[in-house]
């Protein structure tokens, strides 16, 4: 499993047609603020899910969670 910085992810088999969520998306009233690997549920259950945060004003709170679906992830390359 990669390690990293994830800015962008896409669900579902095929690309083109696939969900898009990225950091700094507008999500109702905040922003997308991460995506990140649950490795908790990862080394509990052996499977893989991401898990999507939304910051608004007040608050940073789960969004989505993506489990077992094709996804491919984009990594940020600022470092």
């Known amino acids: 499993m990669e390690e990293g910085y994830v800015r962008k992810i896409v669900i579902g088999e095929d690309p083109k047609n696939g969900m898009a969520y990225y950091v700094g ?3 109702g009233e905040g922003k997308v603020s ?15 899910r991401y898990l999507i945060y939304v910051n608004t004003d007040e608050e940073t709170a789960l969004w989505k969670s993506v489990n077992e ?3 491919i992830i984009e990594y940020d390359l600022n470092f």
């Open 25 to 27: 998306m507008r999500a």
């Open 69 to 71: 679906m094709p996804t």
């Open 34 to 48: 991460a995506i990140v690997l649950d490795t908790e549920f990862l080394h509990k259950f052996g499977r893989v």
